[in-house]
Structures are given as C-alpha cells and as structure tokens.
Nanobody, 120 residues
Framework: QVQLVESGGGWVQAGGSLRLSCVAS????????MAWYRQAPGKERELVAL???????NYADSVKGRFTISMDNSKNTVYLQMISLKPEDTAVYYC??????????????WGLGTQVTVSS
C-alpha cells in the first residue's frame, strides 16, 4: 500500500502564497501520476492540478496562472505552489496518487488533506 502525507497548509491573506507538499511512502510501487484536489465546505471535491510521471500537467481553469504543480520523482513528492491566493481558494486540499503495484495491480491513494484558509 501507499501512504500520502500532505503538509504546508495554513492561513494566509488574499494575495499571499503557500506551498503544499505531499510525500508518498510505502513499498513496491511506481507512481503514474499525482494530483491535488480540494473540497470547500458544502461543495464537491474538485481537481486542482495533475502531473504525470513524464511531467505533463493539467490545471483547473480557476487556478491557471496562479498555481504550479511539480514533482520530485526521487523523493516521491509532489508540490503545489500557490500564489495570488483568493478567498475562494479556501478548502481542504488533498493529494492523490495513481500507482502501479505488484502483480500488475493498480491503485489510487489519497492523503488526509491539509486546510488552506485565505482571508479577504
């Protein structure tokens, strides 16, 4: 199995910046892609950004130009650099990893989330 641990959340004023990190650990897995999702109170969880093992990225329209996802394959770590934060970015941010496992299995794993609060 794969465990994901997020960090870097917190409180920031509008216009500020935060950098989230997510470390994947476990045994015998290969990461296909990693992503950040977020869920605001009363709303559904939504994809924020995704990065493949090859470095291709995809962003939600609402964060394009403000958020940057990156991955350090050697550390099994994905980052989300967030700038120009807005109150509507307030949410719990979750990390997700899609991994290849032994015996040709494939698994999807989630972290427990980290709270990001942006005040106006």
């Amino acid at each position: 199995q794969v465990q994901l641990v997020e960090s870097g959340g917190g409180w920031v004023q509008a216009g500020g910046s935060l950098r989230l990190s997510c470390v994947a650990s476990g045994s015998m897995f290969i990461i296909n892609d990693m992503a950040w999702y977020r869920q605001a109170p009363g709303k559904e969880r939504e994809l924020v950004a995704l990065i493949t093992g090859g470095g291709n990225t995809n962003y939600a329209d609402s964060v394009k130009g403000r958020f940057t996802i990156s991955m350090d394959n050697s550390k099994n770590t994905v980052y989300l650099q967030m700038i120009s934060l807005k109150p509507e970015d307030t949410a719990v941010y979750y990390c997700k990893a899609d991994c290849n496992l032994p015996s040709n299995m494939r698994g999807e794993f989630w972290g427990l989330g980290t709270q990001v609060t942006v005040s106006s």
